[in-house]
């Protein structure tokens, strides 16, 4: 049984795998890593397998949860069918690479854009062919109307809702944001179809935002649970 850790800015998710299929799983708030140790003592985990974006700290606490040397993936050049068109891979988010590994092991034959919605947005490109094109990185709906709130005097107030046609100031707010971020992913689809000459590609959501954005955007979306864990077991090959 292989350990997974996807640990992200704001949470660390894990999953626990083996025979190529992840038999329990959760998540947890940084504050709460002490917690993981007597949960992940539990299991006759042999490997752990781990991306880390949120920094040192939290990955030595990770370390030290786990009763067995933790491998901590980085981005490659090319990996499971996928080449890595990125300038300078190493200053890649794991995170990202992963999600990307993990959507062409769900979908190996189709265009596909990747979005990650949590703290930040990210939305990738990958065609059929296995060449991952790059993408782009945005604020996260909580940081954009942060900076709203704390940098402009008439707007420190809490966000509303989503509205087709806002008329008040903060449903105004959460309109600008969500529409910001749907518009992102669907600019991202459409420039990978012209890329590519073919149909517009399947767009898969994750992340704790991704609800949220499925609902603001105009086109289909798959909503995927654990992208990159996904991805992080095709790596740590869980057979």
């Known amino acids: 049984m292989k ?5 992200g800015n704001s949470r660390v998710k894990w999953a626990l795998c083996e025979q190529g299929r992840i038999v329990e799983q959760g998540a947890v708030l940084h504050a709460e890593l002490p917690s993981l140790a007597e949960r992940w003592a539990k299991h006759p985990v042999t490997e752990a397998w781990g991306a880390c974006v949120a920094g040192e700290e939290v990955k030595a606490g990770l370390e030290a949860a786990s009763r067995h040397p933790v491998h901590w ?10 080449r890595n068109h990125y300038r300078n891979v190493a200053e890649q988010g794991v995170d990202r690479w992963l999600a ?9 034959d189709e265009d596909l854009v990747i979005a990650l919605a949590g703290t930040a947005l990210t939305v990738e490109a990958l065609s059929a062919d296995g060449d991952y094109l790059g993408g782009a990185i945005l ?8 900076a709203l709130s704390h940098n402009t005097a008439q707007l420190k107030r809490e966000p509303g809702a989503w509205h087709e046609f806002p008329d008040n100031t903060p449903d105004a707010l959460a ?6 971020l749907a518009g992102a992913v669907e600019r991202m689809r459409a420039r990978l179809a012209e890329q590519t000459g073919r149909p517009s590609p399947r767009l898969l959501i994750s992340g704790g935002d991704a ?15 654990n992208l990159v864990l996904l991805g992080l077991m095709s790596v740590a090959d869980c057979r």
């Open 100 to 108: 990307v590994l993990g959507a062409r092991a769900l979908h190996p």
């Open 3 to 7: 350990l997974l850790i996807d640990a």
């Open 175 to 180: 309109t600008g944001a969500w529409d910001a």
């Open 211 to 225: 609800p949220m954005l499925a609902d603001c955007l105009t086109g289909p979306a798959d909503l995927v649970d």
């Open 139 to 146: 604020p996260g709906a909580r940081l954009m109307l942060g």
């Open 73 to 82: 993936v980085t981005s490659e050049a090319a990996r499971g069918g996928v």
